[in-house]
């Protein structure tokens, strides 16, 4: 099966400021944010379209029914950002910290995390469709009752993430490395690993192998 790769974003000519507030109901688009601290804020239906933001840190928010579209994240952290329920398409997280931060119940389409700190992450009951994670460190995270279609892990380290109530044929983990992890038993059908990763799923499953 050929694996699809995400749509990059689509940015029309961008207009640079050197300030903006975020507040509920509020369109943010077409701009080039650079070294700006939106932290610490309650927002609801707060919409992100055709943007480039460098370097902007978006710690400990919480983001009600949040929208992103066509937006590249770049060299930012928005670490422990509360974005429960939200929805991203066609949105590119390049070198971004985002440790501890919940997408959990989210829709993200088109979507490429690449070079990012992503321990800590919740991708609960998120809806994937192609999405590419990429040289990212995704350590204790969790992937639990994950509905994906066309999920791509390249040079990733996922140990100890927790991947339970979620479905396992076809996604190829050959390229990334973990040191433990945890998966529903039942689910493991179809699931690419290399050898190594093999001896880590048994002995987590309490198979003792002998030479």
Same mark, same amino acid.
């Given at each position: 099966?050929?694996?699809?790769?995400?749509?990059?974003?689509?940015?029309?000519?961008?207009?640079?400021?050197?300030?903006?507030?975020?507040?509920?109901?509020?369109?943010?688009?077409?701009?080039?944010?650079?070294?700006?601290?939106?932290?610490?804020?309650?927002?609801?239906?707060?919409?992100?379209?055709?943007?480039?933001?460098?370097?902007?840190?978006?710690?400990?928010?919480?983001?009600?029914?949040?929208?992103?579209?066509?937006?590249?994240?770049?060299?930012?952290?928005?670490?422990?950002?509360?974005?429960?329920?939200?929805?991203?398409?066609?949105?590119?997280?390049?070198?971004?910290?985002?440790?501890?931060?919940?997408?959990?119940?989210?829709?993200?389409?088109?979507?490429?995390?690449?070079?990012?700190?992503?321990?800590? @992450?919740? /991708?609960?009951?998120?809806?994937?469709?192609?999405?590419?994670? &990429? #040289?990212? =460190? !995704?350590?204790? @995270?969790? /992937?639990?009752?994950?509905?994906?279609?066309?999920?791509?892990? &390249? #040079?990733? =380290? !996922?140990?100890?993430?927790?991947?339970?109530?979620?479905?396992?044929?076809?996604?190829?983990?050959?390229?990334?490395?973990?040191?433990?992890?945890?998966?529903?038993?039942?689910?493991?059908?179809?699931?690419?690993?290399?050898?190594?990763?093999?001896?880590?799923?048994?002995?987590?499953?309490?198979?003792?192998?002998?030479?």
């Amino acid at each position: 099966m050929k694996i699809k790769k995400p749509i990059a974003p689509l940015l029309p000519q961008l207009t640079e400021t050197d300030f903006v507030s975020i507040d509920d109901e509020l369109i943010i688009e077409g701009i080039v944010l650079k070294e700006q601290d939106l932290s610490y804020q309650d927002v609801r239906n707060l919409v992100f379209r055709e943007c480039r933001f460098e370097k902007i840190t978006m710690n400990r928010n919480h983001l009600e029914r949040f929208e992103c579209s066509n937006v590249i994240f770049d060299h930012c952290d928005l670490s422990n950002t509360e974005w429960i329920g939200a929805s991203f398409h066609q949105v590119h997280f390049r070198q971004c910290k985002l440790t501890g931060t919940n997408f959990a119940e989210s829709y993200l389409r088109d979507c490429f995390f690449e070079d990012c700190l992503a321990d800590y @992450t919740s /991708f609960s009951s998120t809806n994937q469709k192609v999405v590419q994670y &990429d #040289q990212t =460190s !995704l350590n204790d @995270t969790e /992937f639990v009752d994950v509905t994906w279609n066309n999920l791509l892990f &390249d #040079q990733c =380290s !996922l140990t100890g993430s927790n991947w339970f109530h979620t479905k396992l044929a076809n996604l190829d983990l050959t390229k990334s490395t973990f040191e433990k992890i945890a998966f529903s038993q039942e689910l493991l059908t179809g699931l690419k690993v290399n050898q190594e990763q093999a001896l880590t799923i048994a002995s987590g499953l309490g198979l003792v192998i002998e030479d």
